[in-house]
């Protein structure tokens, strides 16, 4: 179930919109009848936040973990992915 305020109704009731985000309603926040923002509980934005490694760091790890051979996968399986020849010749 969500909610829709617009900014001036949000500046009138925000202790009632604050309640309903820690109960987990969503509520969004509109200019002009357009959603512009939204209000989320603290638990939720730090879910969403999160500590996570970038891709890299991940990846790494993961080699350090396990050998591609045991992932089913070849020491070249990713280097027919990308195609570095210079493209093709255009006029101009």
């Known amino acids: 179930m969500s909610h ?4 001036a109704e949000a500046r009138s009731s925000l202790p009632q919109i604050v309640h309903q985000a820690e ?3 969503e509520i969004q926040l509109t200019r002009r009848g ?4 939204a ?6 934005l730090e879910r969403l936040r999160g500590d996570r490694p970038r891709f890299r760091t991940a990846y790494q790890a993961f080699l350090t973990q396990y ?26």
């Open 4 to 7: 829709q305020y617009s900014i």
């Open 23 to 25: 109960a987990g309603v």
């Open 34 to 37: 357009k959603p512009v923002a």
């Open 39 to 44: 209000v989320v509980a603290l638990r939720v």
């Open 67 to 92: 050998s591609l051979a045991e992932v089913g996968l070849d020491n070249d399986f990713f280097a027919p992915s990308r195609d570095k020849s210079a493209g093709r010749k255009v006029s101009l």
